[in-house]
């Protein structure tokens, strides 16, 4: 594996690590509900990447990635969103060399905070995944 794709990895799992301290705090609260009812109607939205820490520049472009890596890159990818409670509702099993430009088709769209909750990002829309599909 390249060292650059194992800088990535590790660029991505402190980035995980990184989670606002109030995500602890409301998990389990009564009112968690309301919450983040509140922060979707008041909160700030912000760029995704400003939200998680970690610049779409240091994604290296698909082409330059053996599929093992984009198998290992794209489940940290989506380790990373789940931490800070954002989904992509994508098939399990999704081609890796599929899946990484669509994550990182987003990767500078506003979203807003989710303390607790979750932010989706549907990816059943794309034509690609509907052609994935159609072949299974």
């Known amino acids: 594996m390249q060292e650059k794709t194992n800088?990535?990895?590790?660029?991505?799992?402190?980035a995980k690590k990184n989670v606002p301290p109030e995500f602890e705090a409301w998990k389990d609260h009564e009112d968690s509900f309301e919450v983040h009812i509140l922060e979707l109607e008041l909160g700030e939205d912000k760029p995704m990447n400003e939200r998680l820490g970690v610049s779409k520049g240091v994604f290296p472009p698909v082409e330059q990635l053996e599929d093992d890596e984009l198998i290992l890159i794209v489940d940290k990818i989506l380790e990373l969103w789940e931490a800070h409670h954002y989904y992509a509702?994508?098939?399990?099993?999704?081609?890796?060399?599929k899946a990484y430009p669509l994550l990182l088709s987003v990767w500078e769209e506003s979203v807003p905070v989710c303390t607790v909750g979750g932010y989706h990002f549907d990816f059943y829309s794309d034509e690609d995944l509907?052609?994935?599909?159609?072949s299974k």
């Not at 509702?89 to 060399?97: C, D, K, N």
């Not at 509907?130 to 159609?134: A, M, Q, R």
């Open 89 to 97: 509702e994508i098939l399990e099993g999704y081609p890796a060399r």
């Open 7 to 14: 800088q990535l990895l590790e660029i991505l799992d402190v």
């Open 130 to 134: 509907h052609e994935y599909l159609e």
